[in-house]
Structures are given as C-alpha cells and as structure tokens.
C-alpha cells in the first residue's frame, strides 16, 4: 500500500460515523414514554440547546479573535503559516460538534430510557448505552477524520517529496497543531462552562430541596430540578466530549510530531512512525464498534458494570493483538530517534510493547479509579460510617480518601512514563499514550451513559412512575456515577502522557535540549506552574460558589412566593433557574480559560523557552494530581450519599435517605460536586492545553535568539578562550562570559598547521553518523566543530562561524581545489543526518567572496543538499572575517566558513 496508506486513515474513521448515524437512528425509534414524560424532557432538552446557543456565541468571538492572531504570528515564522489559524477554526468546530452531538443524542435518549426501565434493566441499559455510543463513535470519527484529513492536505502544500524528517514536515506539524489547539480551547470552556452549569443548579436543589425542604431528588416540585438535569448534559456529556475529542486529537499530534524526529527506513517514505498513531486510532473506532456488541445483560440480577467492562476489555484487547501486526507491517526491525545530534536505537518490537504498555496503564488507573468511587467498596464505606458523626467527619474523610486515591495511580503513571521511555525513548511515551486513548469510542460511550441514566432517574422521579422503575434507573445511575470517575481518571491518566510527549515536542520545536532546575529562572518557574492548577481550581469552585448562591436564593424565592408548589398544585418557574446557571457559566468561564491561554504565552515570551519548559512541568506534576484527587473525592462522595438510597448499618443501626447521617451525606456530596465535575475533569485540559499552546509558540521563542554568547573575534582571532588561555592549536573554546567556538592562525606560539600544502591532511576525528557515513576530519577542524556544535558541547549559537578548513581556492578565481572535496562530502552527509540543520556559507574580503561562496553551495547541493537549506553570503558589510587580514594562515581571499541558521 506503501503511502497511499494515509488515505485510507479517514474511512476508518468515516466508518465510525456512519455506525454513529445508525445508532443514533435506533435510540430516536424507541418509545419516548408519556406526555408527562416527554414535556419534562422538552425543558432539558430546551434548557441544554439553549445553554450551547449562549455559550458558542461567546465562543465564537474568542474563536475569531484567536485565529486572527494565529494567522498573523504564522506570517512571522518560516516554519508556521497562516494557514494555521484555517486549522484552528476547524478544529475549534469540530470539538463543539462532538460536544453538540453527545448532547443532542442524550436529551433524546434520557426518556427513552426512563420508558424502557420500565419493561426490564437490559432495556434501560441497552437504550442508554446505545445513546452513549453514539456521542463516542462521533469524538472518535471526527477527531480521525478531521486530523488525519488535514494532515494529508498539509503534507501536499509544505512537504511533497522533501521527505519525512525535514524542516518542511516540521512547518506541515506545526500548522497542524492548530487543530489541536482550536479543540482544546473549546473543550475548556466547554468543560468548565458545562461545569459550572451543572454543579450550580445541582448543589442549589440539593441544598433547598433536599437538606431544607427534606423532598427527594430530582423532585418536580423542586425548582432547580430541570435545570440540574440540563447542566448533566450540558457538562458530563457536551463538556466531556469536547474534552476527549481534544484528548485524542492532542495525543496523535504529540506522537507524530515526535515521529518526524524518527528516522526510519520504511516502506511509506520515512513516514511510517507518523502514520502509526493514526492508524492505531482508526483501528481502534473499528475495535470500539466491536465492543460495543458485547455491552448487554438479560435479566435485572445481572451486573451491569461486568456488562460494560466486557465490552472495553474486548476493545482494548483486539487494539493490543491488531497492533503487533499493524507495528510489524509498518515499522522496520530497527530506527534512529535523532535529536541534538544524538541518536537513539529503536526496535519496532519495543514500540510495540509500549503500545501494549499504555493500554495496561490505562486499565490499571481505571480499575484503581472504580475501586475508590465504587459503592460497597472500603474508601465508599468508610466514608458512610464517618456519616454518623456529622457533616464535619464526612467532609474530613472524603478529603482524606481523596488524597489517599491519589498514591497508586501515580505509581502506575510513573511506571508507564519509564516503562515506556525506557522502551523507545519520548516516542515511546508518545506511543502509549496513543495505545491507551486507542478505544476513546468505547471510553467514552461508557462514560456518556451516566448522565443519561442519571436523567433517566430524574424523569422516573419527576414522573413519579412506579419504584421498580426507579430502582432499576438508580441501578444503571450508580454504575453511571462509578463509570464517569472511571472514565475521569483514564482522561487525566492520558493527559498526563499526552503532556509529556507535547513536552518533549516542544523542546524540539523550541531548540532546548531540556529543563535545567539550577538556573533560577526556570526553578521560579517550576513553582509558578504548580500554583496555576491551584489557582485554576479556585476559580473554578468559586464560580460554582458564587452561582450555587444565586440559585439557593431563587429556589428560596420560589418556595415563598409561589403558593401551592410544595402540594404539586402549581408548577415551578423553571426557565428561572436554567437562567441563573446559564449567565452564572458564560460569566465565570472566562477567567480560568483566559488563564490557561495567557500563562504559557506570557512566560514564554517574557521570560524564554527554558523557563515555559519549567511552568509547563509544574503545571503538569501539579495539574494531575490535582485532577486526580478531585475526581476520586467527589466521586466517592457522591456514591457515600447514594449508599443510603437503599439503606446503610451505622454503628448497628440502619439509616436510609432523610435521616441525619444521610443529610452529612449531602453536604459531603455537595462539597465534591464541583471537584469532580468543574474542577478535576478541567485539570486534563488545562495540562494539555498549556503545553499545546506552547507548542504553536514554539518556534517564534526558539533558544536561537535567548541565550549564549556572540564569537569575540579577537580572542578567536588568537585562538585564546574567555579566560585568556591558548589551546596551541589557534582554537579557543569561549564560555557564556566569553568568546565562541572559532579557529585562529596561532595559539601560543606554536607552528602554524593551517598551510596550503596541509590542506589534504585528514587525521584524528572520526564519527559514525545515523545514516551508516563515517566522517573523517581533523580533531581541530570543521567536521569536529560542527558534531560539537550540533550536540550542543560547545557553548556558540547562531552567530558562531566556522572555519572550511579543508576547502581552498586558486588565485583570482572561484573554483575549489580538489582537496576541496572530501570536506563538501561530509558537510552533505552530516546535512542528510540532521535534516533539520540549515547552514549560512560565507566567503571573502574581495569581490569574488560571493562567487566562491557560490561555489561550496553548488557543490553541497550537486551531493544532493536541498538548496532550501542554504544560503550563500560572499563579500560586504556583512560578509565573515571582513576585518582579518590573515585567515589559517593564508590571506583571507582564500577563507571560506559556515554558520548553523536553524538547528
């Protein structure tokens, strides 16, 4: 198939559509119950329509602010575009597609599984999984189709055939970063906007309904009700989808552009490394589909949570055999990961073994995850019987259990991270982090079932049909509660593999070869990053705070004013409270978001691309353990207060629902409703976001123009280093207060070695490069510059020039002596093994210094050296050693030199 390979990436996830479009058709067959039950979920459905509407308008202007930008920065650059902000935009679209996609099927689906509860539980759950399928399939078949699409598009406009790892692929990466960018920037607003929605009117209606009126949950009676329901799906389904769809779009962007940095001789042009997460993804919309087919039960006694986990176990499983196979056909045995002039084996076998390694990292962290939020599990019970004693004690041991949760999950992150670059380097990060968000599809129709089963319950309670039915909707709603901290944890565990690999794709981007803790800078930095996910989060509970305050007062005002509500003799003021959440959103979203965006843009900018490297690892460390424990606390908290739905043994005793430990239980669950649904699931984006947009940054902040010193021409001159001292050989080696790298005619007084007739001496440096070509040179002469240079051993920079000192001309005339040759062979064979270098050739003092600069360009290019990657400076103002007289020992009309544009 070789490259045509690429093209058949998007049917897969076309596929994925279609089944989408086929089970959303089913879920709208099914019976939408009575009149009663269709008009209260008309208010949801209404409510939530109308929420998107407010929300994407504000939207819609950042979006158009942002791609502005992002185009005119794209002219500043030659390896961005303003194509990039074309990207963002679509990108931004098809995330509040996926989300509007999720939401639509949901508040179809809701009633139709409140009537279907009312046959059996497999029809409940056969109904609700269905509608949740379909929000997975549309985030998994969107995000192949848009990224895979305009990968190949980009591919046509900046690579063509210039090759998998060049300058070209990475300006293609770069502008398809704005894809990424726009999905994430619209899945945090979307989530924290959803966020706030839904826990404002969720915590209002539990603390005036059920604490102070003592009604039962998600009673019609209750004002805030309808609007509780709308902000489910509004944030847990809207808000989640835009968030995973940016999750698995950011996930294949990090590994590709970490893939271009592989070389590999393939049978799809080099680019098989790229392509590879792609095709993992696409298989795995296909797997997912399968996996659905076994998401079912038969009779009300069956466990539901056994149903499900079947059908992931089953997904993830085929992803892990269809892999070996996928890696084997794709992959050579063995490739070269190359950066900074240094290469790192990888085998293709231990490519696939990271991908295996991801895939158990994410099963793991959801299975620790179940066991912290499940009911009937110690960290749930434990938290029941603290119920006894108060509200205070609930609180206490919800926090503690929190944290607690966190300890485990970390340890199996650490060991995927190592495990995985110990496999194959940052690409094998990057690969298991692809591995493990493969069966996103699945993922995510398990986690969009919960609010649809928890709107089912509410209608069930709003309808006041018979309790069968509502036991049965509460069934599948616990699972739900349990599925949706699941699938939480498994989004924070991404992200955090997600960031690592941006991370490490923005250091090649940027021209940094790391984070150097020792300069104080980046150590303030550090710091600064881990307090954002700290300050992220108060904003974001605050805002949930504030709102949750606005619609007490309402719902207070509504019990007062309006006679006959607590006797079911009149009807609500619904619309009101759905008004208080959606300004209360819209308002509060902002702040947090604009946080995530500037924070990264400003240090970067401000302070250099080592020290955002610092934020960026503390936002990340900090933001995922923060996700973590929010998630897990608010999640066992909320399963804590459903525990006395069916009755729990306190101290002997037994309490259900309204007696005091089960009050505690509420404020418990109040307390963790906004970690677990504002506040925690927003971390995962805020970590990916803040290092995407320091991607797209990246290469207007590259090290080039921030650190190291200029060559002080007249110590190199003598061949002397910043403290004064000769090497004896004309060659100094300046330090960050001193000269750079250069060659001069004498050292301390030692003979000259630089003569015309040693210009064919080659002796004493050798280097084997990626590509099999060894370089033989002179330990004091270009070739062994040059490797210093690239490896970043030496301290010089961009302005750093140095010597031919192989290369001569004829008297009065432009054209290379034949010693000449060998030194233009290994500058074109180190070009070809670091094809991201780009070399300015400088020759002078006299007119023919542009001609002889011509000269060496030509013979580079005729060795096969794209010219693109070459510029040719002879005689002027700006021309190199125009103030020396002598150059290697020989009148400077015969020196020729070089310097490193681009790394």
């Not at 509407?53 to 390896?79: D, M």
């Not at 424990?629 to 259900?656: H, P």
């Amino acid at each position: 198939m070789g490259s045509e390979l690429m093209y058949y990436i998007p049917l897969m996830g076309v596929v994925g559509l279609v089944v989408m479009i086929a089970k959303a058709m089913w879920v709208n067959k099914q019976d939408a119950g009575d009149a009663n039950m269709q008009e209260l979920a008309g208010y949801i459905a209404r409510g939530a329509s109308a929420f998107l509407k407010a929300e994407w308008k504000v939207l819609g202007v950042f979006a158009a602010i942002a791609a502005v930008l992002l185009a005119w920065s794209g002219t500043l650059h030659p390896n961005s575009d303003w194509v990039i902000a074309i990207a963002f935009v679509i990108g931004a679209f098809f995330s509040a597609f996926a989300g509007w996609i999720g939401m639509s099927i949901a508040t179809k689906a809701n009633v139709r599984t409140t009537q279907a509860a009312r046959t059996s539980l497999a029809q409940g759950l056969k109904v609700s999984f269905n509608g949740g399928t379909v929000m997975g399939l549309g985030v998994a078949g969107l995000a192949v189709v848009g990224l895979s699409t305009l990968f190949i598009v980009f591919l046509k406009m900046y690579v063509g055939d210039a090759g998998a790892n060049g300058l070209e692929m990475m300006k293609c990466l770069e502008v398809l970063a704005g894809f990424s960018l726009g999905a994430e920037s619209i899945a945090l607003f979307a989530r924290v906007g959803g966020g706030i929605y839904t826990k404002a009117a969720d915590v209002g209606a539990d603390l005036v309904g059920k604490v102070e009126a003592g009604i039962p949950e998600d009673d019609a009676r209750n004002p805030a009700t309808i609007a509780d329901n709308v902000g489910d799906n509004v944030g847990d389904v809207a808000g989640m989808g835009a968030d995973l769809f940016g999750s698995y779009v950011a996930t294949m962007l990090a590994t590709m552009v970490l893939g271009r940095e592989v070389v590999s001789a393939d049978n799809f042009g080099g680019m098989a490394p790229i392509l590879l997460p792609m095709v993992i993804a696409g298989l795995g919309v296909l797997f997912s589909i399968i996996g659905t087919f076994f998401v079912k039960i038969n009779k009300d006694s069956d466990s539901v949570m056994n149903a499900l986990n079947l059908g992931n176990w089953s997904s993830m499983l085929l992803v892990a055999i269809s892999s070996y196979f996928v890696v084997d056909w794709m992959l050579p045995e063995t490739m070269q990961f190359v950066r900074n002039g240094i290469s790192v084996e990888v085998t293709s076998i231990r490519v696939f073994y990271a991908i295996i390694l991801g895939l158990v990292v994410g099963t793991l962290m959801s299975m620790v995850t179940e066991y912290y939020t499940s009911m009937g599990r110690r960290p749930v019970d434990s938290i029941v019987q603290k119920s006894g004693t108060g509200h205070g004690t609930n609180v206490i041991g919800g926090l503690a259990m929190g944290m607690e949760s966190t300890v485990l999950p970390i340890l199996i992150l650490a060991a995927g991270i190592w495990g995985s670059f110990t496999l194959a380097g940052m690409y094998g990060v990057a690969i298991a982090a692809a591995g493990m968000m493969a069966t996103t599809a699945m993922q995510l129709a398990i986690d969009a079932f919960g609010p649809i089963a928890d709107n089912a319950g509410g209608i069930a309670e709003m309808s006041g049909l018979p309790k069968e039915v509502r036991e049965r909707t509460d069934n599948l709603d616990a699972v739900g509660n349990t599925t949706a901290a699941t699938g939480k944890g498994f989004a924070i565990a991404s992200a955090a593999l997600t960031a690592l690999a941006l991370f490490a794709a923005y250091v090649g981007m940027s021209g940094i070869t790391g984070i150097d803790i020792y300069k104080a800078d980046v150590l303030a930095m550090l710091f600064v990053g881990g307090m954002i996910p700290f300050f992220f989060s108060s904003l974001a509970i605050s805002a949930v705070g504030k709102a949750a305050m606005d619609m007490v007062y309402e719902v207070r005002r509504q019990f007062r004013e309006i006679p006959g509500i607590m006797e079911g003799k009149a009807k609500p003021e619904y619309e009101k409270c759905v008004a208080i959440s959606t300004k209360a959103s819209i308002r509060e979203m902002i702040a947090p978001g604009a946080l995530a965006l500037l924070s990264p843009i400003i240090v970067g900018f401000l302070a250099g691309p080592e020290a955002l490297g610092g934020l960026l690892a503390g936002i990340t460390v900090s933001g995922v353990l923060m996700g973590m424990f929010q998630n897990n606390a608010g999640g066992a908290w909320d399963n804590a207060k459903k525990s006395f739905e069916k009755g729990v043994i306190i101290d002997g005793k037994e309490f259900k629902k309204g007696s005091e430990p089960h009050k505690a239980a509420v404020t418990g669950d109040t307390v963790g409703d906004p970690f677990k649904d504002t506040s925690g699931p927003s971390m995962n984006i805020l970590i990916k976001l803040t290092s995407i947009v320091a991607l797209v940054i990246a290469p207007h902040i590259n090290e080039g123009g921030h650190t190291v010193p200029t060559m002080d021409t007249d110590a190199t001159e003598q061949g002397v280093d910043a403290t004064g001292h000769g090497d004896g050989h004309g060659h100094g080696h300046g330090d960050h207060s001193g000269p750079g790298t250069g060659t001069g005619s004498t050292g301390d007084g030692a003979a000259e070695r630089d003569s015309l007739d040693q210009l064919n001496v080659r002796k004493g440096f050798t280097t084997k490069l990626i590509t099999g070509f060894e370089v033989v040179g002179d330990s004091l002469g270009l070739e062994h510059d040059l490797m210093l240079f690239i490896q970043r051993a030496i301290p010089t920079d961009k302005t750093t020039w140095m010597a031919f000192d192989q290369v001569a001309f004829a008297d009065g005339a432009a054209a290379l002596n034949t010693g000449s040759k060998q030194q233009i062979v290994n500058i074109a064979e180190i070009l070809r093994a670091f094809p991201t270098l780009e070399l300015e050739i400088g020759a002078q003092a006299d007119v023919l210094g542009q001609q002889r600069a011509d000269a060496i360009m030509a013979g580079l290019v005729a060795k096969g050296v794209a010219p693109a990657r070459l510029v040719a400076k002879g005689y002027g103002a700006d021309a190199p050693f125009a103030s020396k007289p002598l150059y290697l020992g020989r009148p400077a009309t015969k020196g020729a030199a070089l310097r490193v544009s681009r790394r």
